[in-house]
T-cell receptor, first 113, second 114 residues
Framework: DGGITQSPKYLFRKEGQNVTLSCEQN?????MYWYRQDPGQGLRLIYY???????QKGDIAEGYSVSREKKESFPLTVTSAQKNPTAFYLC????????????FGSGTQLSVL | DQQVKQNSPSLSVQEGRISILNCDYT??????FLWYKKYPAEGPTFLIS?????DKNEDGRFTVFLNKSAKHLSLHIVPSQPGDSAVYFC?????????????FGEGTQLTVNP
């Protein structure tokens, strides 16, 4: 059963703490993306990766970091430099770098304690 | 600068009637438009798309209309069903040499009442 798995579903971060959100896909997709959703706003692109070992900053990359060591995995780290991390985070993939048809995971809700 | 706007945060319609969801954009470079549907606690799923060379695309109960001169697109759902109740996101993309850079609207919560 192919798809994108995000974990955990809910995550709490303490002040000054880095946290990592997991995203795994078994769709054999080359491109993967991280979006952030805030209430009343559209999805905003944080980072994207078109191939393994390569990634680019999106529109709101500050305070975040990613890695793409495997095709299946694209973890997102929310660092302590991200001053307003509370949001719903969505991971997505597409089957080629020019495809706009994204397949999304079910999201991770990050909150600050 | 919100390049894609969905001005109605919510819409409520009766089962069997038409639902019309609207989306406006400002970037004239956008040439491909998509609608995604999102249920609570799930990620968005692709619904329908349209290229700027067309003004209409139909898929079953769903039709997307594009008015390039007005920089406006709309999604029509006929007939509306209770299972259509979800948040609908409009998205747009411009030609790029690499990567997919969708710009999303804020979303419209559609509620279809039985």
């Amino acid at each position: 059963d192919g798809g994108i798995t995000q974990s955990p579903k809910y995550l709490f971060r303490k002040e000054g703490q880095n946290v990592t959100l997991s995203c795994e896909q078994n769709l054999n997709h080359d491109a993967m993306y991280w979006y952030r959703q805030d209430p009343g706003q559209g999805l905003r692109l944080i980072y994207y990766s078109q191939i393994v070992n390569d990634f680019q900053k999106g529109d709101i990359a500050e305070g975040y970091s990613v890695s793409r060591e495997k095709k299946e995995s694209f973890p997102l780290t929310v660092t302590s430099a991200q001053k307003n991390p509370t949001a719903f985070y969505l991971c997505a993939s597409s089957n080629d770098r020019l495809s706009e048809k994204l397949f999304f995971g079910s999201g991770t809700q990050l909150s600050v304690l | 600068d919100q390049q894609v706007k969905q001005n109605s945060p919510s819409l409520s319609v009766q089962e069997g009637r038409i639902s019309i969801l609207n989306c406006d954009y400002t970037n004239s470079m956008f040439d491909y438009f998509l609608w995604y549907k999102k249920y609570p606690a799930e990620g968005p799923t692709f619904l329908i798309s349209i290229s700027s060379i067309k003004d209409k695309n139909e898929d079953g109960r769903f039709t997307v209309f594009l008015n390039k001169s007005a920089k406006h697109l709309s999604l029509h759902i006929v007939p509306s069903q209770p299972g259509d109740s979800a948040v609908y996101f409009c998205a747009a993309s411009a030609p790029m040499t690499s990567g997919s850079r969708l710009t999303f609207g804020e979303g419209t919560q559609l509620t279809v009442n039985p």
